[in-house]
């Protein structure tokens, strides 16, 4: 079945350290997004790529780096820069035109 | 202000209906969506509709959308404990598309058994 994969959907970080989120998608879309997601909030986007190999920052980008590499792929890193990492983290790509976002089912990051 | 506005929470009875409502900012916003999102999950697209069109219905939903008014509203007739979740309305603001989302906070639906 086509869709968005999001790997792992729980995953813990240490004081320091740097931690990749995967985020794979099968439908052939060429955008796709990361959002952050906090109790009681809505969607903040962190970074989104319209096409391979670029990409453009969100609105709260500070302390996190995206790669671009592949159609189907939008890892993001949570770098120890980021103080306050503890959310959870939905992807979404889209496809041509003003097809709509689809969402995989998220990671939920917490600190250790 | 850039915000999407939603009311934080509503309440109904089994088998009443829901109607959730949304204040977008964007004149110019091209389509308009509402998701669902289940706890612990990622969000699910339930409809979507386009400026320039009033009303869309799709099975047990309803949209209705004031231009004007910049008011968009999403009815669940029958409700069913099933649909207790939190929804969230969303607005694209380019006509290119594959441009992000701004999204209210969500509006969390509890339906009283």
């Known amino acids: 079945d086509g869709g968005i994969t999001q790997s792992p959907k729980y995953l813990f970080r240490k004081e320091g350290q740097n931690v990749t989120l995967s985020c794979e998608q099968n439908?052939?879309?060429?955008?796709m997004y990361w959002y952050r997601q906090d109790p009681g909030q809505g969607l903040r986007l962190i970074y989104y790529?319209?096409?391979?190999?670029?990409?453009q920052k969100g609105d709260i980008a500070e302390g996190y780096s995206v790669s671009r590499e592949k159609k189907e792929s939008f890892p993001l890193t949570v770098t120890s820069a980021q103080k306050n990492p503890t959310a959870f983290y939905l992807c979404?790509?889209?496809?041509?035109?003003?097809?709509?976002?689809?969402f995989g089912d998220g990671t939920r990051l917490s600190i250790l | 202000g850039e915000d999407v506005e939603q009311s934080l929470f509503l309440s109904v009875r089994e088998g009443d209906s829901s109607v959730i409502n949304c204040t977008y900012t964007?004149?110019?916003?091209?389509?308009l969506y509402w998701y669902k999102q289940e706890p612990g999950a990622g969000l699910q697209l339930l409809t979507y509709?386009?400026?320039?069109?009033d009303m869309k219905q799709d099975q047990r939903l309803t949209v209705l959308l004031n231009k004007k008014d910049k008011h968009l509203s999403l009815r669940i007739a029958d409700t069913q404990t099933g649909d207790s979740a939190i929804y969230f309305c969303?607005?694209?603001?380019?006509?290119?598309?594959?441009?992000?989302?701004?999204f209210g906070k969500g509006t969390r639906l509890s339906v009283i058994a």
């Open positions: 979404a790509s889209s496809g041509q035109g003003d097809q709509p976002q689809h």
């Open positions: 439908l052939n879309h060429d955008a």
């Open positions: 790529s319209q096409i391979v190999n670029d990409f």
């Open positions: 964007d004149s110019s916003s091209t389509y």
């Open positions: 509709i386009f400026s320039n069109m």
């Open positions: 969303a607005e694209s603001r380019t006509l290119s598309g594959n441009t992000p989302l701004v």
